[in-house]
T-cell receptor
């Protein structure tokens, strides 16, 4: 069975600080990896995804993530956060022909102005 | 283009009552998914439709939950009778059916917050 682990439950940052959110997964086959974000009062939306090719993936709003196969990791980064990045962030995985997503528990990010 | 919509946004019911949640996927999306998040825990998969057929219902908790997608358009998820542990946020998502479709983006609705008292 697939499982996803997000290392931090709540992260508090000041504006312009760098952000890195950890995500590790457990899955034996080919994986597809996703980061979703839920801004306050809004629905989940995709930040970025990886399924093949360059392991460094760039997404929307200046986010990027790096797939490190040997570490079963897909960490999310942003060099300089803004107050508007305050949200809950979810790492998710599926694999092969398995459509269903397995999610991590989510990380709440609070950016202080 | 309209996104995934869900109705109602909130529902408060008493234990033993019945509730029906509705999801309207993005037009033309063959794949429709239901997920649930209970009390700040992980978002967990419930089931997956391809058009009107149930492709995978391995996440359905028990037979008190019934999902339908008549005509392959909107879907309903009925909980009957509701129990306290059914409280949570129920998300619907949809995606297009393309080759290698497990890589397709799943577009999520705003969720229905269900509270069972």
């Amino acid at each position: 069975a697939q499982s996803v682990s997000q290392h931090n439950h709540h992260v508090i940052l000041s504006e312009a600080a760098s952000l890195e959110l950890g995500c590790n997964y457990s899955y034996g086959g080919t994986v597809n990896l996703f980061w979703y974000v839920q801004y306050p009062g809004q629905h989940l939306q995709l930040l970025l995804k990886y399924f093949s090719g360059d392991p460094l993936v760039k997404g929307i709003k200046g986010f990027e993530a790096e797939f490190i196969k040997s570490k079963f990791s897909f960490n999310l980064r942003k060099p300089s956060v803004q107050w508007s990045d305050t949200a809950e962030y979810f790492c998710a995985v599926n694999g092969g022909n398995d459509y269903k997503l397995s999610f991590g528990a989510g990380t709440t990010v609070t950016v202080r102005a | 283009e309209a996104g995934v919509t869900q109705f109602p946004s909130h529902s408060v019911i008493e234990k033993g009552q019945t509730v029906t949640l509705r999801c309207d996927p993005i037009s033309g999306h063959d794949n429709l998914y239901w997920y649930r998040r209970v009390m700040g825990k992980e978002i967990k998969f419930l089931l997956h439709f391809v058009k009107e057929s149930k492709q995978d219902e391995s996440g359905m908790p028990n037979n008190r939950f019934l999902a339908e997608r008549t005509g392959g358009t909107y879907s309903t998820l009925k909980v009957q009778p509701a129990e306290l542990e059914d409280s949570g946020v129920y998300f619907c998502a949809s995606s297009q059916d393309q080759a290698g479709a497990s890589t397709d983006t799943q577009y999520f609705g705003p969720g229905t917050r269900l509270t069972v008292l």
